[in-house]
Nanobody, 125 residues
Framework: QVQLVESGGGSVQTGGSLRLSCAASGGTPSRYRIAWFRQPPGQEREGLAAIERDGDTRTKDSVKDRFTVSRDSATNTLYLQMDSLKPEDTATYFC????????????????????WGQGTQVTVS
């Protein structure tokens, strides 16, 4: 059982930056693939970035020039650096973890993850 707690959300003006954190506990996070998702109001949850246990990292094309995912194995923390934020980035942001090996094409599907955090709200205006 892995527990995930997101933080770092808030309100920011267009063009600003935020750094989200996801603290993982209750397992050995280095044994899991972890990822960031977001869910805008009234829309489906979408995958943004994921890091496999071997360090392989994938970022969604639509945000890869603005969002950077990283993981600190020493502190079991996942980060999402978000720059040049736009109003359409407004959403609840979630981190997720999964213990199964899956093809990279599945990494951005919510059903590919076993554990989820409670989410942190990001509002860009």
């Amino acid at each position: 059982q892995v527990q995930l707690v997101e933080s770092g959300g808030g309100s920011v003006q267009t063009g600003g930056s935020l750094r989200l954190s996801c603290a993982a506990s209750g397992g050995t996070p280095s044994r899991y693939r972890i990822a960031w998702f977001r869910q805008p109001p009234g829309q489906e949850r979408e995958g943004l970035a994921a890091i496999e246990r071997d360090g392989d990292t994938r970022t969604k094309d639509s945000v890869k020039d603005r969002f950077t995912v990283s993981r600190d194995s020493a502190t079991n923390t996942l980060y999402l650096q978000m720059d040049s934020l736009k109003p359409e980035d407004t959403a609840t942001y979630f981190c997720a973890a999964d213990s199964y090996y899956r093809a990279p094409g599945l990494w951005f599907l919510p059903k590919s993850y076993l554990w989820w955090g409670q989410g942190t709200q990001v509002t860009v205006s």
